[in-house]
Nanobody, 118 residues
């Protein structure tokens, strides 16, 4: 079993900052990549940021340089600065995990709510 647990969400005023954390645990052999996605009401889920085991990073179109993803072993972080009300969403941690004898599979956390007030 592989579990991802997010933390750090909450309520923040526009212009403020939050730092999200995600911890992966379980029968993990190797984590190829970790990522943050988000889903706002009436919108589809979108990529926020992704980091690979080689350290390569990708960011979603709407992040505009305000977010930074980083990783330390089985932990991934999302530093969010200059938050806007449009950033309000449930943020989900995802990881592509290799379990012994298996190809990698994407696992998802339960999500953490981020609410940005105007």
């Amino acid at each position: 079993q592989v579990r991802l647990v997010e933390s750090g969400g909450g309520l923040v005023q526009a212009g403020g900052s939050l730092r999200l954390s995600c911890a992966a645990s379980g029968s993990i052999w190797h984590i190829k990549s970790m990522a943050w996605h988000r889903q706002a009401p009436r919108k589809s889920r979108e990529l926020v940021a992704r980091v690979t085991d080689r350290g390569d990073t990708d960011y979603g179109d709407s992040m505009n340089g305000r977010f930074t993803i980083s990783r330390d072993n089985a932990m991934v972080y999302l530093q969010m600065n200059s938050l806007e009300p449009e950033d309000t969403a449930v943020y989900y941690c995802a990881a592509d995990v290799v379990v012994v004898g298996r190809p990698f599979k994407t696992y998802w956390g339960q999500g953490t709510q981020v609410t940005v007030s105007s």
